[in-house]
């Protein structure tokens, strides 16, 4: 039996088929590896300041005149009591404190100062750092070129800290001064520092 031509290379084409058709396969990918994760940077801690506090405070103070006729030191306590207001990182607040006094001697001494101040802070989650400013006025034992009771300003830093949503403490420190006491030409100074406790509405 004889092959022709054409009969021997449709069988060539055959068997070859299935060859050619293995090299066509698709190519396989390289695997990519996973990306990494991005590291997320966690939100500074903030919190709500807003509302109305009452609370106390103790500490110590000392004064002095601007002629050395009076140069003394000794403990203060009193009551304060505020109200701010959280604008995100900034707070804002006023507040109005009474403190009585030990800083005497034996001719004189200041009974009290009364203060209303402004205060201004820094939200910083749990920690409240703030500048504070205001009016003060102080109450002698004693009149002091006919008067007992002397107009000033004062102005200071504290800080507070947040032990829970209702309960705040901190401490504060204030400088104190009153001119021309009585119609003289005696200055009072006075510096303050007290830790404070306070009930927050």
Aim: glycine fraction near 14%.
């Amino acid at each position: 039996m004889k092959f022709s031509t054409s009969t021997l290379a449709l069988a060539l084409g055959v068997v070859a088929a299935p060859a050619f058709a293995g090299g066509l396969a698709a190519p396989v990918a390289d695997p990519v590896a996973p990306a990494a994760p991005v590291a997320v940077a966690p939100a500074a801690p903030v919190s709500d300041w807003t509302g109305a506090y009452v609370g106390a405070q103790l500490g110590y103070g000392q004064a002095e005149t601007s002629d050395d006729g009076f140069d003394e030191d000794g403990a203060v306590y009193g009551a304060q009591a505020g109200y701010n207001y959280d604008f995100g990182r900034f707070v804002l607040g006023g507040e109005l404190d009474y403190v009585g006094t030990e800083i005497d001697n034996d001719d004189n001494g200041i009974d009290g100062v009364a203060r209303a101040k402004l205060r201004a802070g820094y939200d910083a989650g749990a920690f409240l750092p703030y500048v504070t400013a205001g009016y003060a006025s102080a109450y002698t034992d004693e009149e002091i070129g006919g008067d007992d009771q002397f107009d000033g300003y004062v102005y200071g830093a504290g800080l507070d800290y947040k032990v829970s949503e209702n309960i705040v403490v901190g401490g504060e420190v204030l400088q104190h001064e009153f001119e021309d006491l009585g119609n003289t030409d005696v200055d009072l100074d006075a510096t303050t520092a007290a830790m404070r406790v306070s009930y927050k509405f």
